[in-house]
């Protein structure tokens, strides 16, 4: 039995929409990087600069200004404050009350020799035992000190007349000469306790014995003993074994010395004397002396350190990781497509260097005028800066979500810029919230304004409160901070009314002002159509309504939606007979015409409408509805007849994409919306009898053709977007196409007997709608149920 070959699994083909998918995602990831890559350097403009290095003598061939603050250390005033520290530092000296338990070594090498005596010694006992003894003792083996403990049996007198000597002098401590000590002991010297820890200032030699003070301390006691038991060999024995064991206890440490020396030596803080920013160093001609050398030294060393490699990696990944996380954040809670995201982050980058470059202008302006005037701080000074600015603009453009975003990195950077001021990130994060939220329905220029001013008003509470942290409390201080804070946000709204206009036209949004504009019936593109295609006007003012109520609906943009929907035909202008809306009392032109050459003049209407758009700077979201709002479907008239003809005369059947709109497919929901309606109310226009039913049963026919084409896979809508519009739709044609009454006309007495027999018109009308109706019932059962929008 022959076993089939498992299928090797093939990875799906890079078709050239994911290629093209890669090529925006590099181009979004290389402007992120590029983007901050600029900020980065106009943040140390000094990176690509090295300062000319000078010395004592020379001459300075122009003129030097602090760049900076700069704290010049005075080198030679911390070197001899620094000495004087070493100098009163204490020597350290280690004390063992117990000198290593020398007590407890007595008690037990006696104890030992006692128990251990042999009561028939040989010689190697007896070597054995005094081996043990001296071991215990550890000092070195004397046979005289041993010979006479052993006659002695190592008696317990000895022991106890030993110990009595040695404990009290090893518990005040013995020193080896104290006349090493001389030099010392006026200041003092530490006795560091080794078993307790404690230390003792000790400023008298008389706190201690040394070696000589012991031995005769050692020879009176002797005396004692000879006069005590007239034993004079006893005493040369107890003060021989006293002088061997009795060791110096107290021994300098120098380590632990020198270790509190370079404590006190780095305790010492570096003396400085301050340059002010601005503050000439040095003269052009004027000669390099050690105190102007210390001065471009320093400021040598804050330039390298603002140039610093790690320095500017380091703000590099911080901007670029905030700008790249905020701008991703942003995209996904808009859903554009990776063409108009491009787009966005090319806006958002620009907007954020000319808000850095706003601030750095600003803050260069407000140090320079504290200079002049001494009275103005330039802290106070900074809160006129316009920050919110950026902001505002991207508000109204993006939308609040990526405002936030924005926000956040804008006043990261600013406060960078500032000396790195919390206060000043907060201030200005604050005001952009607050200026973003103000302009994000924003409907007049006016409304710019406005929100300025009432973002001053919040600017004054902020700068009270950081003038507050800054530690900034006077009087004419707060005043002036007061004042900056309100014009602060004056000219953020005034900088925004004038930017506004430039950024619709230099990147073709179109904010919410211009779509109220271009709204206006009275605009001469509306009112040109109105002449020149008065169906396709009234058509396009239907489909108005009809977007405009379903996007509320489905959380879109209603106005967008109703503007693109006024201007979604405005190419029919160029054929306007050929579009049956139009053809009002004159013939069909179609029918002269080849169903090929047809479809040509009404796919025709979708580009001449993008350029009569971009004639009149209509905007690229309406641009790109335009261009979407049939898709990629199918003329499926002129096909079905140009397939007739062609079986009707044996010729080869026509090409299908002949017959397609180019596309693209709708990409928002709006343009998704503008496709629906305009295909919705055509059907519903046609109808000899538009009841309610039929309206519904034609909606809901319309949607699911638009919808297994496949035409709104590209946009947002969702299956329950698609139940709400529809469900608006109906509404709204209902209304429009709603019943009126009908009059009765006089009629003739025999007409009337007619039709008495036959049925009334009313009758047969009412019996034919109900037939209809139940026709339309029948036929869309199957409509969209599966979409959810039946019933």
Same mark, same amino acid.
């Given at each position: ?131 043990? /003894? ?40 013995? &020193? ?60 040369? !024995? ?24 370079? &404590? ?67 995209? !996904? ?30 803050? /260069? ?34 939308? &609040? ?60 509470? !902020? ?115 050929? /579009? ?72 080869? !059947? ?138």
């Amino acid at each position: 039995m022959k076993t089939k070959k498992k299928e090797e699994i093939k990875p799906p083909p890079i078709t050239p929409e994911v290629k093209l998918h890669d090529s925006y995602w590099l181009a979004e990831i290389a402007i992120i990087i590029l983007v901050s890559a600029i900020i980065c350097i106009l943040m140390y403009p000094h990176i690509l600069t090295s300062p000319k290095v000078y010395h004592v003598g020379d001459i300075s061939d122009r003129n030097i200004k602090a760049s900076t603050d700069l704290l010049v250390e005075d080198v030679k005033l911390t070197k001899e404050l620094r000495e004087k520290a070493v100098r009163a530092v204490r020597d350290v000296y280690d004390f063992d009350p117990t000198d290593s338990h020398l007590i407890s070594r007595i008690h037990e090498a006696f104890k030992f020799a006692r128990e251990n005596l042999p009561e028939n010694p040989d010689q190697e006992d007896v070597e054995k035992l005094k081996k043990g /003894f001296f071991e215990i003792l550890s000092i070195p083996p004397d046979d005289k000190i041993f010979n006479s403990l052993y006659m002695a049996h190592f008696s317990s007198e000895i022991e106890q007349r030993l110990i009595s000597i040695i404990e009290p002098i090893i518990k005040k401590g013995v &020193i080896s000469d104290k006349r090493l000590l001389a030099q010392k002991i006026r200041k003092g010297i530490i006795i560091h306790d080794i078993i307790s820890g404690n230390e003792i200032k000790v400023t008298k030699l008389s706190s201690f014995y040394d070696k000589r003070e012991v031995k005769e301390i050692i020879l009176k006691k002797k005396k004692e003993i000879i006069e005590e038991t007239g034993n004079k060999r006893l005493a040369e !024995l107890i003060g021989n074994m006293a002088e061997i064991l009795i060791q110096p206890n107290i021994t300098f440490n120098s380590r632990e010395t020198e270790l509190r020396k370079e &404590i006190a030596k780095n305790s010492v803080k570096p003396s400085y004397f301050k340059v002010k920013k601005g503050e000439m160093i040095v003269r052009e001609g004027e000669k390099i002396t050690p105190e102007i050398l210390l001065k471009l030294n320093a400021q040598r060393k804050a330039l390298k350190e603002e140039k610093g490699i790690s320095k500017l990696i380091g703000m590099f990944v911080l901007v670029c990781s905030m700008l790249g996380v905020t701008y991703f954040i942003g995209s !996904l809670s808009t859903g554009k497509k990776s063409h108009r995201r491009l787009k966005d982050l090319i806006f958002t980058g620009l907007m954020l260097l000319i808000v850095y470059l706003i601030v750095l202008f600003s803050n /260069f302006i407000a140090e320079e005028f504290s200079r002049t005037f001494q009275n103005f701080s330039p802290n106070a000074l900074r809160f006129i800066i316009p920050v919110a600015t950026g902001s505002m603009l991207v508000s109204i453009f993006l939308g &609040i979500n990526s405002a936030i975003g924005f926000s956040f990195v804008a006043s990261v950077i600013s406060a960078i810029v500032l000396k790195r001021h919390i206060e000043y990130f907060i201030y200005f994060f604050v005001n952009s919230l607050i200026s973003a939220y103000g302009v994000k329905s924003c409907r007049e220029r006016i409304v710019f304004i406005k929100t300025g001013l009432k973002v001053g008003l919040v600017n004054i509470i !902020l700068a009270i409160s950081a003038e507050i942290l800054l530690g900034l409390t006077s009087s004419v201080e707060i005043i002036i901070a007061v004042i900056s804070a309100f014009m602060g946000g004056i000219f953020s709204g005034i900088v925004t009314t004038g930017l506004q206009p430039l950024i619709e036209s230099v990147f073709g949004y179109t904010s919410d002002i211009k779509l109220l504009e271009l709204a206006s019936l009275d605009q001469p593109l509306l009112q040109e159509l109105m002449v020149r295609a008065p169906g396709t006007y009234h058509h396009s003012v239907i489909v108005s309504n009809m977007v405009e109520a379903a996007a509320h609906e489905i959380g879109a943009n209603p106005l967008l939606a109703k503007v693109a929907a006024y201007y979604h035909d405005i190419g029919k202008m160029k054929k306007p007979l050929y /579009f049956i809306e139009n053809q009002i009392g004159t013939e069909n032109k179609h029918e002269k015409l080849a169903p090929s050459m047809s479809a040509l003049i009404l796919i025709s209407h979708v580009k001449d409408g993008v350029e009569i758009a971009k004639k009149h700077k209509l905007g690229q979201e309406i641009i790109d509805i335009i261009q979407q709002h049939h898709g990629t479907s199918l003329i499926t008239y002129f096909y079905e007849k140009a397939k007739a003809q062609a079986e009707k005369s044996g010729k080869a !059947l026509p090409n299908e994409a002949d017959f397609r709109y180019p596309g693209p497919k709708p990409q928002t929901k709006e343009a998704g919306l503008v496709m629906l309606a305009d295909s919705v109310e055509a059907a519903c226009r046609s109808l000899s009898d538009p009841t309610p039913a039929r309206i519904k049963g034609t909606v809901q026919n319309i949607i699911n053709k638009i919808f297994a084409d496949g035409q709104l896979d590209e946009c947002e809508l969702t299956l329950k977007d698609l139940n709400k519009i529809a469900k608006s739709f109906n509404k709204t044609l209902a209304g429009i196409f709603h019943h009126r009454i009908e009059y009765p006309e006089p009629v003739d007495p025999k007409e009337q007997k007619k039709r008495l027999a036959n049925g009334t018109s009313d009758q047969i009308r009412k019996a034919d709608t109900r037939d209809k109706e139940k026709a339309f019932k029948t036929e869309d059962k199957n409509g969209l149920r599966r979409l959810g929008m039946s019933g």
